[in-house]
Structure formats: C-alpha cells, structure tokens
C-alpha cells in the first residue's frame, strides 16, 4: 500500500477561515491516523489576492491548533520548493503545459479581453464565460508567428464537448459531468503563472500526494483536473470533498461573519483546543456520538469514509458550551495564564488575581466572560437594595439591615480574617439568632459585591477583598437599607 500523503495548500490572502480550518485538520488526521505525512504548500500563484502577512498567519493559526506539518517551506524533504511561486521560477508548470499543447490536450489562446467580454452570459444572476475554443483551430504556424511577434496569450485545457467525464469521491462516491458543462480552463496565465487548478495537479503528483480535502464547492471543477491526471496518464489522487458549513440560520458561512476565522475566535475568548474539536465534528462523528476528544483522540478515532454529505451547523451555543468545558478541565497554571490578561482588564487593584481567576473557572464559557463577572472587585457598582429581597432565602430590606448591623461589629472584632474564620462566626450568629444560613449570607454577599449574581459566595468575596474593604462595603450596605427603610 502506498504511503498517505496528504497536504493542506492555502493560499495568504487573509486570516483563516473556520472551513480552511477544517480542511486542513482533516487533511492531517487522515495523514496521521495512517502513520502519513502532512504537507503544508503555499499556494501564491494568485499575486492579486496576497496579503501581507498572511503567510504568517498561516503558520501561527497551525501551530496554536496543534496541526504540525512533517513537509513545507520550513522543512524541505526533498520535495520542494513548497511555495508555488518559487516553482514556477523554475519553469515548471510551463514545461508540463507546453507538453499538453504537443499531446492536443491544451492549446495557445490570443483572444482579447473584448472577444472574451461577448463570449459571457448571464444565469441564476452569475456571469459564466463558455470560451468557444476560437483559437484551437489556429494553425501550428499562425501560432509560432503569434507567439514570436510577442502577441499576449493563455494556456487553455483542450475539453471535449461530447461525452462525459467520471471520477470517484470518497464522500460523495462516483460522479459523472457531461463534457458540454466544462469549460476549457486556462492552464497558464498571461502573466506567466499557473493558475489554481492546473498547479495543484501538478504539484499534487510531484509530491506524491495521495488524499486531496477540498469543500464540495469544487466537486464540480474536479472533472477538469480528472482530464488532466488522464491527459499525463498519472494516477489521480483519493478526493474527499467535505460538506458546506452554515449558520445558525442555514446560510452559508461569510468571511464577513464575526465567528468566520480562527483568530476571530481565539479575540472572542475560545481556546485552540475547543476550536479544533469543535471544527472536527463540523461534517464527522466520532464512536458513540461522543462530542469531547483531544487531538491525539482524534488521530485515533478519525475515519474520513464517516464524513457526512449534508451541511453542517456552525453552532456558536455548542461550541461556548465545548469551550467552558475545556475551561473547567484545564489545568490551573495553564488557565491562569489565559485568564490573567482578562482578569486586569476589569482588576487593576492589588488582590490576589489567581484567586480570582480561580472563582470563575467552572462559571464561564468564554475568556471574554471573565471581566464583566469580576468587576465588582475594582469598584462596588451602584445596585438598587431590592437585591437584599430574596424570598427563596427569606430575606427582605428589614432583615438584610438587621443581619448586617448585627455582623458588623462581630467582623470588627474578628482577628484572623479568612474564609474559615468568617464561616465560623457567621456559622455562630445564625444559631444564636436562630435564623436560616441565606439570612446572614445572601445580604453580606450583596453588601460586598453589589451584584444578584457572582462568582463565589460571600467568604470567599470577602477574603479576597480584605477586612478593611468588605467591612467599607458592608457599612454601605447599612446606609443604603436604613435610608430604604427611613431610617
């Protein structure tokens, strides 16, 4: 059996797409689940898409997601240049082209931009180009003299118009185009570049490519490079085309959509490590609809024949879900490490951070949640004292303000201020005055925090707070229940 070589082969006109994404992590796990090789090819052909940087953001985005290639322009095995602009230095793709011209697979095309422009048509509101292969039927000679006089040309595939042409898809199974919908693609452009299509083919075969991963968009230029892996008489590589990834509303995933790339995401607060299990079940299940798997699992587990043909849901509910559960898993060093940047976004006093981070960790979905949970600690917000009701811990404004005027001096008095401290003698004074726990602990909660709803509960607030600032915070509380109280 032929060793699996795969390659993800992406072109730097931006940052990375969530379904570019997904390509290239199936694309590695159908190398590494086979004991294979990983390729990463810069597809630069393109010179007025490239943006700069982009090439870095490649590189970056792979290696945060863990998707490390075995071959590329940064580790050569003997199959390079890796990036397509450097091959054409060479003259590739041109000597392969010009070969197709002398088999009568490819022809030379001088058509202006004019005759080109009457030759489109419109329908389902798209302009399609149909060339009508004018140029074939130019002699070898008028062609020799065209090219000596430097006259502007392409390289176009020379198709058949009748009969049909047939390919096999792992996902999709056998696929059979009439030739009359095919149009005859340029192979070199005036510029001297390949285009897209034609370069993958050749460099797919000079890398000993075996498993191509694309979306199901391109299923219907595939015959088109069928034609060629015929017309050089090479063996076609396995073609797996993946299925289309939606929204929440069943439209095709924009480049304009605020969850569209990875970098967006990993702004938004998700880790890599959610982003790429959650991507990997964007078109594949795993064993036992099992939804939480590490990279290594995946390895394990993934087989590209139980990819599905149906869209797939770019679920944001889903993936905070998947994320908080990477959260809540994560190591503590490791989390407090992500989290810190987001913590002193909303803490700039000198507490104890990690303590912070830690209230959260089990409470969040996103990093992004972090300040807006946390902001109490910086400054008591504003808050209106109905918080102090709540008739599930039977509290209202009269007994909130006589728990705190009587936990006051007691707190006063208190030595040794921590958690446990705090939990004794809130512990003695609810049995003194024989009352419910939540009757002490949800109005020094609110007191301290001024929110309905925080991360940790009251001692742990507290301690973190420090004595002078709770027992500040707390006498605030008083004021604001005596004046509620008209007192």
Not at 88 to 98: F, P, R, T
Not at 155 to 164: A, C, D, S, Y
Not at 253 to 278: C, M, T, W, Y
Not at 379 to 400: A, C, Q
């Amino acid at each position: 059996m032929d060793r699996v070589r795969s390659r993800y082969a992406p072109s730097p006109t931006g940052k990375m797409h969530v379904g570019n994404l997904r390509t290239a992590l199936y694309e590695f796990l159908i190398a590494k689940h086979a004991g294979g090789d990983f390729i990463l090819r810069i597809e630069d052909t393109d010179q007025g898409r490239f943006v700069e940087g982009s090439v870095d953001i490649i590189y970056r985005t792979l290696a945060q997601a863990g998707i490390i290639h075995d071959e590329g322009p940064d580790k050569d095995k003997g199959y390079g240049p890796y990036v397509q602009s450097e091959r054409v230095k060479s003259g590739l793709y041109m000597k392969y082209a010009k070969q197709l011209v002398e088999q009568g697979d490819a022809y030379y095309c001088f058509c202006t931009k004019e005759r080109l422009a009457s030759l489109t048509t419109e329908a389902g509101g798209e302009t399609i180009t149909h060339y009508d292969k004018h140029c074939l039927s130019l002699s070898k000679e008028e062609v020799e003299a065209k090219l000596a006089a430097g006259e502007p040309y392409v390289i176009r595939q020379n198709i058949p118009r009748e009969g049909t042409t047939t390919f096999t898809d792992a996902n999709y199974g056998e696929i059979t185009i009439e030739n009359s919908e095919l149009d005859d693609q340029i192979l070199i452009k005036s510029d001297g570049f390949p285009t897209y299509n034609f370069a993958n083919v050749i460099d797919d075969h000079l890398m000993e490519i075996s498993h191509v991963v694309r979306g199901n968009e391109y299923i219907s230029s595939t015959p088109k490079y069928t034609r060629l892996y015929q017309a050089f008489g090479w063996k076609e590589p396995v073609y797996v085309h993946l299925p289309l990834i939606t929204n929440e509303e069943h439209q095709k995933l924009s480049k304009r959509s605020g969850h569209s790339s990875f970098e967006d995401l990993i702004e938004q607060g998700f880790v890599p490590e959610a982003i790429v299990n959650f991507v990997a079940l964007l078109g594949w299940s795993g064993p036992d609809n099992r939804e939480i798997f590490s990279l290594e699992e995946l390895i394990r587990e993934f087989d590209y024949t139980h990819i599905n043909k149906a869209p797939s849901v770019f679920d944001m509910v889903k993936l905070k879900w998947m994320n908080g559960e990477y959260l809540k898993a994560m190591d503590e060093e490791k989390y407090y490490e992500l989290a810190l940047p987001y913590v002193k976004k909303a803490v700039t006093k000198d507490y104890d951070l990690k303590a912070i981070a830690a209230l959260v960790k089990t409470r969040i979905e996103t990093l992004c949640d972090i300040p807006d949970m946390i902001d109490f600690f910086e400054e008591l917000p504003d808050y209106d004292v109905e918080m102090y009701t709540h008739k599930k811990m039977k509290t209202n404004s009269e007994n909130s303000l006589t728990a705190l005027t009587d936990l006051l001096p007691r707190l006063e008095a208190l030595e040794s201020y921590n958690a446990d401290t705090l939990s004794e003698l809130t512990a003695a004074y609810v049995a003194e005055k024989e009352i419910k726990n939540g009757q002490a602990l949800w109005p020094l909660r609110t007191a301290v925090s001024g929110k309905q709803t925080t991360p940790g509960g009251a001692y742990e607030i507290m301690t973190i707070l420090g004595k002078d600032e709770s027992l500040t915070r707390i006498r605030k509380g008083i004021e604001l229940l005596k004046a509620a109280n008209g007192q």
